[in-house]
């Protein structure tokens, strides 16, 4: 076994298709998954691939410092990529302590772990945190985000995400912690949870529910299928520079209602319906507080010095994810039980 790799948060949405793309690339290296299997972690995601002789799963609370210690001792991981986290947005408005405590807190006690287990011996090893672009705030009509632009979070998410990576950068600057940060735009794709646009309003079309549009509809996202998002961490993790940040994204800009009435057309089209979910479903609703208006994410960094494109147009991406949705009714029916309805009603009744 050349190298032992621990992936937090590999039951998730991302992690889950990370964990797939490194465990077929790299049969030699171990890959230990790190997850609590909170709501958003599913072990389904990862049911081709759980018997791989090169993957272990370790149930574990990154809250844990105890735990995290002991994971380090028994498995001594040359490396980290770190994607555990409370992910949404508007969860965070319901409760934002439990984004401080996962993704700020969380983070610190792993790079506790690692300096502790590394002490100062940092030859081959690598921490890398995953974040995301909302740290940077919003966007008017123009401009994009580039690594050096300022932080300015407006949600407790992306205020929590931003904590983790002051924290992370901190950790490189004080101690010589061999670290990397990477900020991407919005994800979508297979095995996404139900709660995000996309898949949100492609499981409302099949079950004919409202499609709960915020505001005006027309705030802008950049949108990257999982796959290419995947890609970029392995190469980032393998080649890129330490102590760098990188930005990751299509060049791939959607105003919200555009996106849905794209996704609407489409599923219209698969599933054989001849009357519109557009005109049938589309409900404007109040608008998140907070609401960004636009993010845009200027990938040039990345496609220079590390080679990294995007695979896949946003048209095939959308199509490919709808008609995973589509063969995938168990997995979203197991998904959209017991604690996914009383999130749906208590985030968009009376909205
Ligand atoms: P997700 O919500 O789908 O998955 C999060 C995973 O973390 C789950 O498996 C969950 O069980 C696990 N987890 C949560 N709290 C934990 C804890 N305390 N201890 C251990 N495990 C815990 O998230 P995602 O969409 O896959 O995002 C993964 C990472 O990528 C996050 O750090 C997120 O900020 C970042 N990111 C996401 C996007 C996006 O569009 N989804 C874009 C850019 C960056
Ligand atoms: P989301 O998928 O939650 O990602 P983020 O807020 O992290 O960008 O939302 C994407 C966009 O879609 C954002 O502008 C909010 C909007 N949105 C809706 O209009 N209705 C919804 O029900 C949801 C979940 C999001």
């Not at 018997?51 to 809250?63: A, G, H, K, M, Q």
């Not at 992910?87 to 302590?97: A, C, E, F, N, Q």
């Not at 970029?232 to 209602?257: P, V």
Request: aromatic fraction near 12%; proline fraction near 4%; charged fraction near 20%.
């Amino acid at each position: 076994m050349k190298k032992t790799i621990f992936v937090t948060g590999g039951a998730g949405f991302i992690g889950s298709h990370l964990i797939r793309l490194l465990i077929g690339k790299y049969p030699e290296y171990r890959i230990v998954n790190l997850d609590a299997l909170t709501y958003a972690g599913n072990l389904e995601n990862l049911s081709d691939v759980e018997s791989s002789p090169n993957y272990f799963l370790e149930r574990v609370n990154i809250l844990d410092v105890e735990a995290l210690d002991a994971l380090f001792d028994q498995y001594q991981p040359e490396g980290v990529i770190h994607l555990a986290a409370e992910s949404h947005v508007d969860r965070s408005i319901l409760s934002p302590m439990d984004f401080v405590f996962t993704n700020v807190i969380g983070t610190v006690n792993l790079l506790n772990a690692a300096k502790k287990k590394w002490a100062g011996n940092f030859e081959g090893k690598r921490f890398y945190h995953v974040s995301t672009d909302e740290v940077f705030g919003s966007l008017g009509e123009t401009g994009f985000f580039t690594e050096t632009t300022p932080y300015d979070p407006h949600s407790p998410y992306s205020a929590s995400k931003a904590s983790s990576d002051h924290f992370v950068r901190a950790y490189h600057d004080t101690y010589g912690l061999p670290t990397v940060v990477s900020n991407c735009s919005n994800n979508y794709g297979p095995n996404q949870f139900p709660e995000k646009l996309i898949p949100l309003f492609i499981n409302n079309v099949i079950q004919r529910k409202p499609l709960p549009v915020y505001g005006d509809g027309l705030y802008t996202r950049d949108w990257l299928f999982v796959k290419d998002h995947a890609l970029a961490i392995d190469k980032i993790f393998h080649e890129g520079l330490t102590g760098q940040t990188y930005n990751i994204g299509g060049f791939n800009e959607w105003r919200n209602i555009d996106i849905v009435k794209l996704l609407c057309g489409l599923v219209d089209e698969k599933t054989g319906r001849t009357t519109s979910s557009a005109d049938e479903l589309i409900t404007y609703v109040k608008d998140r507080p907070g609401h960004d208006r636009r993010y845009a994410i200027d990938a040039t960094k990345i496609n220079k010095e590390l080679g990294w494109s995007p695979s896949v147009t946003f048209e095939e991406g959308l199509s490919q994810t709808i008609d995973w949705y589509l063969a995938n009714t168990e997995w979203l029916s197991h998904v959209t039980s017991g604690e996914y309805n009383s999130y749906y009603e208590k985030q968009y009744k009376g909205r």
